[in-house]
């Protein structure tokens, strides 16, 4: 098979899946399952965002235990050659979440379809509305820790400065005039962008092509490391896919505001 590049364009996808020779690809897709019924990319198959979660409270964006991964990966045949295509229909947070589930199990053969559905739509190529079935593989994971970030590392970050806090929520949520959690407002000295701004609405959902220039201008030029979250670590799938792309080192705090704002001791900022 084809090398594909770690964001792959709607067109180099629909050559590489009209080439008989592409068995180790796996094209996965994590948007809602009505949309994926209405129409998918062909090959794809469906997987659950949620089967990607702990799914417990108070922190249910936390990843999935062990077992529950080596379920998802044994669904979707994971071989040591697989490379899966990732995609969703709402610009790439349940994709970026996949992929960073993926560089916690270590397996980095993966691409992201820029635009997911909204962009392949806008090629005008073709869909399939039939559900399609991997064959199944037994699976052995182990987990790699580094792309994760954990409560006491943006605790640590606080004092040390050593790390850049990228909050992909909206800005009400950022300045506390809304949320989800017992306190509201923001962890000291994280910065603000909003995971949509980093989409191309009028280009089918892409990332925007001045993604570099953007975030340095908002103070986020990948000198330092990266630590992203939003309410559970979803939207923030988006914002860690951006900055993989972009070459930086980044992790995922995968508490996120669900841990952090009803934590009684976590310090807040409004």
Partial sequence: ?????????PEALHALINDTQNSSL???D??????????????AVHLPAQALLI????????????????????????????????????????????IWTLDVIGHQKY??????IHAWRNQGF????????????????????????EMTDVVNNISTNHATIWDARSPEEYRGQKGNAARLGHIPGAINIEWTALMDFDNGYKIRSDAREFLAAHGIDGSKPIITHCQSHHRSGFTYLVGKVLGFSIRGYHGSWAEWGNHPETPVER
């Fill in 55 to 98: 799914g417990q409270a108070p922190t249910p964006g936390k990843i999935a235990t062990l077992a529950q991964l080596e379920e998802v990966f044994s669904y979707l045949g994971l071989e040591k050659d697989t490379h899966f295509v990732v995609y969703d229909d709402e610009g790439g947070g349940w994709a970026g979440r996949f």
């Fill in 26 to 28: 796996c094209i996965v």
């Fill in 1 to 9: 098979m084809k090398e594909l590049e770690y964001l792959v364009e």
């Fill in 111 to 116: 691409s992201y379809l820029n635009g997911g």
């Fill in 30 to 43: 994590l948007g809602s399952q009505a949309s994926y019924l209405e129409g998918h990319i062909p090959g």
């Fill in 126 to 149: 073709a869909l399939e509305t039939h559900s399609n079935q991997r064959l199944r593989a037994p699976v052995t994971l182990t987990l790699n820790e580094s792309p994760i970030a």
